[in-house]
Every structure is written in structure tokens, then in C-alpha cells.
């Protein structure tokens, strides 16, 4: 199987098992004992995954004329807080992305500091795990020197983008988005802080300013609205202790394709 026909398999294999979900996992969630073989299954699948495709392996990449017409803006569309409106209205003039947590050298950016790093373009899929993909073409700063100018503490094995937005209905922390990868997906060539899409200022809906782009996962990785990046050594400390919003909800961590 191709490597498309690979990402289209598992895209379409993950909106079938996400509608089979909504019917059958909440009552097998309540067993202990079937949770425990999902993430031991997850376990085998990112690891089998990472014996087979080359850690720095491309995603497969398009042209201008393959461009979606219409890309869907997913999840939140904007997020609801004072803070968010105020950095909107004023073009995230005074926005800025920290890099903390197990760093050497904590980082502060604004947006124009965050363009002046090494940057990538590329032109990829989105696939979504309700079972839809659309291209795009995205600009942004490629996390693996942003990492470097950081310093990494050798005890650091992940990344958790912390974000503005809500998804939720309580508003609050416990609805905050946020998400994770590991180290090897973060110094991905193809991993970027992207602040462009289609040649023009991403827009509000996509994530304004930065959202991530891990191309070589589902569509819930790529978290938008980015505002803080932190350095850990495991998540289990974070809010549900799965790395994810929609992981402490029941999706896997590892959503490679």
C-alpha cells in the first residue's frame, strides 16, 4: 500500500472507529481491564509505526493547483476569552509564544521574533479523524531550532502546546485545549509553528497567530491558537494525564498516518 493510500486508510479506518465509539466505548470504558488493553494496543501500533517509516520520512506534499477551495475550519473557530479578543483586535502586536518547562534557555517570542527563525512551506493533507482531508499550504517556524535555541534538559521527552481556546461547556481550565507529541515528531522537518496559510496571515479561524503543524498525524494534533510550549518529562501531572484534550477523552495519543 502507498503511502496516500496508507494516510486515506487510516483516516477513513479512524472516522469509523470514532462513530463506533460514540455507541459502544462509554460502556466499555467502565472496565478497567479493556482501557488497559486499548493503551497497551496503542503502545504496540506507535511502535510498530516507528519500526517501519523512517523517523524523518515526508509526509506527501502537493502543488498550488491541488489546494482545497474550501478548507474546513474545525473545533473552536474563536476563542471566546477577553484576552483573545484584545490580541486580535490589535493584529497580536503584543502576542507572544513561551517555551518553558525542562529548557535551559526559556523563551519569550513575539510573532515577528517567531517569523525571523528558520522557516519551512509546504503544501499538505489535513486529515480529520471524523473522516474528511483538505490541502493546504502552510508557513511557519520549524519547532526543531526553536527546541534548540531553548536547550532541551536531557530528561525532556515531550512537547504540550498549551492553547487560548475553550472546548467545552464549562469554559474553564478543565476546557482549555491542549495537546502533545513526543520528540521525535517535534524535530520532524515537516513540524512547523505555522503563521500562514495559503500565503496570507492565518486566519482566526485556523488558529491566529501560530498553530501546530504535525503532518504526520490526525488533524487533533495540530493544535491551534498556541501560546505556550512546554518541556515535560510526562503528562501524567496535566489535567487527565493522557497528553491531550481529546486523549483524556478517550482518543489515542498517538495518531500517526
Known amino acids: 500500500m502507498s503511502a496516500p493510500d496508507r494516510r486515506r486508510w487510516l483516516a477513513g479506518a479512524g472516522a469509523s472507529l470514532a462513530g463506533l465509539a460514540l455507541t459502544a466505548c462509554d460502556r ?12 497497551s494496543a496503542e503502545g504496540l501500533t506507535r511502535r510498530a509505526q516507528r519500526l517501519v517509516v523512517d523517523r524523518k520520512a515526508l509526509a506527501q506534499e502537493f502543488t498550488p493547483e491541488d489546494l482545497s477551495p474550501d478548507f474546513k475550519a ?15 483586535a490589535a493584529a497580536f502586536a503584543d502576542w507572544r509564544i513561551l517555551v518553558d518547562g525542562l529548557v535551559e534557555r526559556p523563551q519569550s517570542l513575539s ?28 508557513t511557519g517556524a520549524r519547532l526543531g531550532p526553536l527546541l534548540d535555541r531553548a536547550g532541551l534538559k536531557p530528561e525532556a521527552r515531550y512537547l504540550v502546546f498549551h492553547c487560548a481556546d475553550h472546548l467545552g461547556p464549562n469554559q474553564d481550565e478543565s476546557d482549555r485545549y491542549y495537546e502533545s507529541i513526543d520528540l521525535i515528531d517535534a524535530y520532524h522537518p515537516q513540524t512547523l509553528l505555522a503563521y500562514a496559510m495559503n500565503d496570507q496571515p492565518l486566519p482566526v479561524a485556523h488558529g491566529a497567530p501560530v498553530r ?4 504526520r498525524q490526525l488533524g487533533y494534533k495540530h493544535a491551534k491558537y498556541v501560546q505556550r510550549i512546554e518541556a515535560v518529562a510526562d503528562f ?11 486523549e483524556d477523552r478517550g482518543y489515542e495519543w498517538y495518531a500517526g498516518i
Open 74 to 88: 474545525n473545533g473552536t473557530i474563536r476563542p471566546s476569552s477577553p484576552a483573545y479578543a484584545a490580541h486580535a
Open 28 to 39: 466499555l470504558n467502565a472496565h478497567p481491564g479493556f482501557t488497559r488493553v486499548l493503551a
Open 111 to 138: 510573532l515577528d521574533e517567531l517569523r525571523a527563525l528558520p522557516a519551512r512551506t509546504q503544501i499538505t493533507r489535513h486529515d480529520c479523524v471524523e473522516g474528511w482531508s483538505a490541502i493546504g499550504k502552510w
Open 212 to 215: 501546530l503543524r504535525v503532518e
Open 236 to 246: 501524567a501531572h496535566i489535567r487527565g494525564g493522557k497528553g491531550g484534550f481529546w
